[in-house]
């Protein structure tokens, strides 16, 4: 089993940058696919950034150009880097991995003020 805990949100002005971070316990890391979802108020929760065990990445074009999400195998960490933030972005924001069985953060809040 997987335990994962996100932490770097916050309140940013528009334009501004964020920088997430996933701490993950538990075995086999490299193996997992590690994914940022986001949920705001009244919306579905949607994929923001996923990275592969091999290391690709997508993204939605939402975030595309903004966003980057990397990982550090030897940490069990995977970092999403958010630039040119919108209030749009305001949401809270999960961490994923998945393995055969998806296992979730307890989120963390990103606001962006306009």
């Known amino acids: 089993q997987v335990q994962l805990v996100e932490s770097g949100g916050g309140l940013v002005q528009a334009g501004g940058s964020l920088r997430l971070s996933c701490a993950a316990s538990?075995?086999?890391?490299?193996?997992?696919?590690m994914g940022w979802y986001r949920q705001a108020p009244g919306k579905q929760r949607e994929l923001v950034a996923r990275?592969?065990?091999?290391?690709?990445?997508n993204y939605p074009d939402s975030v595309k150009g903004r966003f980057t999400i990397s990982r550090d195998n030897a940490k069990n960490t995977v970092t999403l880097q958010m630039n040119n933030l919108k209030p749009e972005d305001t949401a809270v924001y999960y961490c994923?991995?998945?393995?055969?069985?998806?296992?979730w953060g307890q989120g963390t809040l990103v606001t962006v003020s306009s």
């Open positions: 994923n991995a998945l393995l055969g069985e998806s296992y």
């Open positions: 990275i592969t065990s091999l290391g690709g990445t």
């Open positions: 538990g075995p086999f890391f490299s193996r997992y696919t």
